[in-house]
């Protein structure tokens, strides 16, 4: 079997399971229930051992904290771990059937003896018990203790959390490993930058590390890894979908500018093609005016010509005329011999040529044909050549006779000449065919170039005139085609022109449209550059974020894992403290984890306004494990309800009876559960928080008490209670997140702010939300439109410019997000602005939130005294409502705060006690009002700071020396440490000046007789401090007067409160609590109140005491139902059933008229939440002996009175009522009237009227005796335990019941009778007479109606100041017992302690003293006794020291913290002195004082064993405060005196004597430093003080001794009082009896509480 020790969350029920599946074990573990008791267990423990006794099965039986219901559980397990069966589980009949299958088993194993052993056997075998249990929790030891068998019979092991190699695992794991290969680009990317960011990795140990404290486990640390995956995950998504919108937007802006930037450069270059063809149409146009200018020139021009023309033809005609004439014999031959040339045929050619050597004819004709052609060559090859070439016909025929010079024609008409036969046609004609036709061209070329010769100078005449002719022609023809070409051209031109003017439209229109679109596209970039820019920064900045987003993610992720539970103050120093060392600059978590308008949402839902209850919302909502809130106002649960409606809610208490059922359905269907009214965690609920889901299949199911329930996924759970400091099992801390909503002093500032402004200025309130609520709406629309904007540039197709709808509609977002942009700032400025208006109030709401801080620390004092945030809050809202007197906001805010301030005094004021009023008074001032104390003065005041202390060896009488001489001895110390605590102010009190503090020092009012130059030089709470140090007999009335100034009242108390007005303030939601003083009873006046109000009938009351719970809830909800009243009296006898009668409360639906009146003495145990939830106020008897006796003849009747008309018996209740008031008026003068407070009751006085009724039945006479026995012994003497307090009581009791003062009248037959106080009794039995005679009595009491001496007045206000100033020091501590160890906490508070301690033994070697144990041989007994008083002395220092020292460490961090340290710690803390040290000696309840006194005593003592051991003691001065134990050196003086004297000690009395030595005594010490009260004593016999008497006297030195019982003493007997000695003015121990000389009157010393103590170390 194990026993898993160790911390929640580790994983050992986890690990057991899976090891249990490994082995093939069978699991079983109780299903805890609602009603699982002893029963349903035993029926578990018997499956279990049957499974494993019978079945031989290997069973693991798991048991967790939790499961034990019952403390019985355990001792059944520990049985059955240490026998293997338990007692008393099965009956005899059970057995055996049970057992009748072991038996072939147990032959089978040859097992001998009983089967049940075997049964048992088997058990231990297969039996395997499994305890997890917390170590943390407070009933671990004792566990442990009591049931030996969990460490015996179990291994043990220690589980306290995870090695670290393993925790810095785990988020590599997770984070980098999570499959083989990654799933994507970017996931690759993330994990290569965790990876390589080991330092990442490893601060998730480390922010672990650092929240030890806030209870961080291991399941917490997985937590915190889950929490930071999805939420970085689903972060990122956000930023990479929200970075990729932008980029896509940018890059399309990108994309239009560079378009931009084309279109521009094309419309540059179609601008200068525009310009270019613009010109060219111009010239062309230029070109058409100046041609159509010269076509009119040159038509005119052209006329002349053709007239020229003309003339120079006729002269032509005539020349040709001339010509043709000449050449008209010879041109026809010519034609002819052409023609027939050309008709010669290819081969008469061809034959001519194939001649070797042809004929003379023919050679002469082609020598002349040649010749002519201008070929010189005549040799027949040239012939043959010339023939063959082709075209030669027509060469001839074409030939031009022009060519024929006069030296050719020479040639061939010599050729002619010489061979004309040749050239003859017939001669020709035979040679060849060929031959004649070139024969005649021969000879008509000849005949035709002489021709021609002739004809030369007409041709040339001719040709000039041809030529001109033709020049003209041509002239004329240039003309007309320049004419025609004009036309053309002008055509063209025009063409051309319109051509290049269209081309211009065409590029104007496309300039202009390009220009538009570039305008457009320019205004649009432009316009959306802001966007461009905020977009491109925007990138940046998430890929920023991107960057630092595993950083804040981690950050966000720890605060909702580990802070929720911390206070504000240690959530900003750890965040602060994280993102420092995360290396970011700032980490805002609110705005990181949600957004304006989600929080305004939440405000509108009811969420309070300020930064806790923002973050814990977040907390909430985010966090993984289910949410326990801590709500003590309710108003975060409510706002949970309001938030979650949607999602099928149910809200269920924890009382509900059908709270399984509801919590059942919840988990079936999914739905939303709110849980209230958590106390603790509730067994039932632990498979839920832990989710511990089984498999069946494809769905889950879990375990809900004995069912199994189907688990719907959508299932939230949500736990809440009021209470301020729920109980948190241990092993429930890891599965719940505590979120605490107890208000802090910023969160409350930031509500009363709220609920100002909401009052003073609605307006502005309104307008903030509304702006906020605009700006939101607007923030939200231009996240709208900016997404629609994106998402159209991103999504758009094509050319952006070309898409003139996409353009518009960018435009018009843009216009839209502009002017949204524009409202945007302005509402900045104006919340700015609001702000500045608001912040006019902050001084108010921190004001109030100081007060509620210091209201709060009341319950330090007194448990009843506890107010709630509700009732604080309507208190100020009642405030505000305080009208207006004028429009300045200062004025207005400095009015709030006075009345506020006398409100809440007066509030607080009736809900207190009168005795605890001046101490409430100071700390109010003293939290409002920091600025009338200087540094280092309420320390002073309050005793805590350390003047630098005075040796002993400075001894009285060095300091005596610096403190002036008018100051009483007793006050010598005092200003001496006024002096070292606070030099500057002791300087400027100028107390060596006598006369200028005369006045002062004898005044009875010294308060209002301060010398007036010194008041004005100092501060009023300096006065008190003054009149502290030296005149405390007046402190209290400074101190009122001190807080009555600084709070501006006229007195203390506030007016006395009436249940009639009080009423006026009730609600039906809110019980009214009386809490009431012992013998204090408002039943009478709350039925008056009842009557006028509702009417008697519908008012109820109940006593509660045994079996009244019941009736009380019954009678409660009908009053509820009905709108009655419900009186619950004396609800301190059942604390226990408080909390029911509360969560009722929290559930009635009452009608407006209901009201339900709850009394109660104060408790301790008194329910918290009850107590703020109440309206309080106190009801306690008035002060005063006549308010006394007017209570008790009020509840007599005439009848009781004047019953039997008995004078003597009227007379004698009339004594009685009298010592009825006496015994308990005395109790305000303690401890010198009472020493202690008894509870003298009502009671009493019933019994005492029974004895005197009894008394005077018979007709016996009277025996006054029986009235002293009985009162002396058994009614209020019995509750006396301090033999001087009794004989007070007999004293009385002799004066007032004795027959000279009751029916002694009756013998002298006097009116009146002498009544041994300052009044007469009547002579009648009528109640009115009595009542008359209490109506004159004064309201203050007369010290004298008590006996007590005329300045009590100054004892009860050295008392009550010294006790007030000790609850302002318990009111000043910053912790309640019994707390966690803070470092901080208990560093700050202790110091003080630590410190003095220091000093006190910071010359001393009393902490490294070597003293040996006394030993019995020692001869004297006074000397023994002053050896062991050293020896316990330098023991007790030295142990002081160690524990000090070992708290020291622990506050260092250098020692760990034990048992010891921590009951030493709470002691100290708590301001009292811890036990250890008052077991070795009984010093002042106050540690600073023990201390003080301890090592003033430790050091004296040193003086005193000088001198004995010089035998030089009993001569000198002694002084006894400096001993310890200063009754056992009186007996050691005794024992020795017997010794001295050889008798018995018994035969010894003690004396003293102011006489000079005692003559009797062999032995005597002188005694020095005694003090009295009550009375002066001069030496020779006792005085009464007078009213200007202080309130202490020192007492002269006085001979002590013990001397025989037969001796005379100095004094006789008659003369002389017995006077107690106490050891301090406490009057709490007695050292010895005194006999003082009193002369006479014994009742008189008596009843003044006259006692003698020893003076204060």
Known sequence: SLLLAGRTGVGRRTLTVLVCHMHGAVLVTPKISRGYELKQFKNDLKQVMQLAGIEGQQVVLLLEDHQFVHATFLEMINSLLSSGEIPGLYTIEELEPLLSPLKDQASQDGFIGPLFNYFTYRIQQNLHVVLIMDCTNSNFTINCECNPALYKKCLVQWMEGWSDSSMKQIPRMLFVDETGQEKTAAEKEYKKTISGNTDFLKSFLVIHGSCKPYGATPSRYMTFLRVYSSMYSSKKMELIKRQSHLQAGVSKLNEAKDLVDKLKRKAREQSVLLKTKQTEADAALQEITVSMQNASDQKTEMERIKQKIAEEAVKIEERKRKIEDELKEVQPLVDEAKLAVGNIKAESLSEIRSLRMPPDVIRDILEGVLRLMGIFDTSWVSMKSFLAKRGVREDIATFDVRNITKEIRASVEELLEKNRTSFEAKTAKRASAAAAPLAAWVKANVQYSHVLEKIQPLENEQA????????????????????????????????????????????????????????????????????????????????????????????????????????????KASLDEWTKSAGLNAFDLRRFLSTESEQLIWKSEGLPSDDLSVENALVILQSKVCPFLIDPSSQATEWVKTHLKELRLDVINQQDANFITAVELAVRFGKTLIIQEMDGVEPVLYPLLRKDLIAQGPRYVVQVGDKTIDYNE????????????????????????????TTTRAGLRGQLLALTIQHEKPDLEEQKTKLLQQEEDKKIQLAKLEESLLETLATSQGNILDNKDLIESLNQTKASSALIQDSLTEFHR?????????????????????????????????????????????????????????????????????????????????????????????????????????????????????????????SQKTIRDHIPSWIDQERVWAVALLKASLPVLYQMLNLEDANLWFTFSRSSMCEQDFPSVIAKKISLFQQVLVIQAVRPDRLQSAMALFACKALEIKELSPPPLNLKRLYKETLEIEPILIIISPGADPSQELQELASTEIGRECYHEIAMGQGQADLAIHTLRECAANGDWLCLKNLHLVIAWLPTLEKELNTLQPKVNFRLWLTAEVHPKFTAILLQSSLKITYEAPPGLKKNLMRTYESWTPEQISKNGLLSRAQALFSLAWFHAACQERRNYIPQAWTKFYEFSLSDLRAGYDIIDRLFEGSKEFQWEYIHGLLENAIYGGRIDNYFDLRVLRSYLEQLFNSQVIGGSLLKGKKMTAFPFPISLPNTCSILDYRSVIESLPEDDAPAFFGLPANIARSSQRMISSQVISQLRILSRSVTAGCKFDREIWSNELSPVLNLWKKLNRNSSLIHQK??????????????FIILEQFNAIRLVQSIHQSLAALSKVIRGTSLLNSEVHKLASALLEQKCPLTWQSKWEGPEDPMQYLRGLVTRALAIQTWVDKAEKQVLLSDNLDLSELFHPDTFLNALRQETARVMSCSMDNLKFVASWKGRINEAKLQVKISGLQLEGCSFDGNRLSENQHDSPSVSSVLPCYMAWIPQNANGPYSPEECISLPVYTSAERDRVVTNIDVPCGGNKDQWIQCGAALFLKNQ
């Open 1411 to 1424: 003293v040996s144990p006394p030993n019995e041989r020692q001869g004297s007994p006074i000397l023994s």
């Open 830 to 954: 104006l919340q700015i602005f609001l702000d500045q208006e608001r912040d006019a109030y902050l001084p108010l709401a921190e004001c109030a939130s100081k007060m509620f801080f210091i209201i709060s620390d009341l319950s330090k004092i007194n448990n009843m005294y506890r107010f709630s945030l509700t009732a604080f809050l309507r208190l100020f809202e009642r405030a505000l409502l305080n009208k207006q007197e004028s429009g300045n906001t200062d004025l207005r805010i400095k009015s709030l705060i006075s009345s506020l301030k006398h409100m809440v005094y007066e509030y607080v004021c009736r809900s207190l006690f009168k005795a605890d009023q001046l101490m409430f008074a100071l700390h109010f001032v003293r939290g409002m009002h920091p600025d009338l104390f200087q540094e280092n003065e309420w320390d002073a005041f309050t005793g805590v700071i350390i003047g630098d202390m005075f040796r002993k060896s400075d």
């Open 714 to 741: 959508d299932f939230r759970l949500f736990l809440a209670t009021r209470n301020p400091n729920p109980f948190i099992p241990p092993d429930a801390a890891s599965i719940v997140t505590e979120v605490n909503f």
């Open 464 to 571: 000039v005139l041809v030529s001109n002719l033709r020049k003209t022609e041509d002239k004329k023809q240039r003309l007309e085609h320049q004419l025609n070409s004009v036309g053309e051209k002008v055509s063209e031109l025009k063409e051309k022109f319109q051509t290049r003017t269209t081309e211009a439209a065409k590029l104007e229109a496309e300039l202009t449209k390009a220009q538009e679109i570039i305008k457009a596209a320019e205004v649009l970039i432009h316009q959306l550059d802001g966007e461009h820019k905020r977009w491109n920064a925007q990138v940046a900045e998430i890929t920023g974020e991107l960057d630092t987003l595993p950083r804040r993610a981690q950050l966000a992720a720890a605060f909702i894992t580990y802070l929720s539970a911390a206070p504000e103050d240690q959530r």
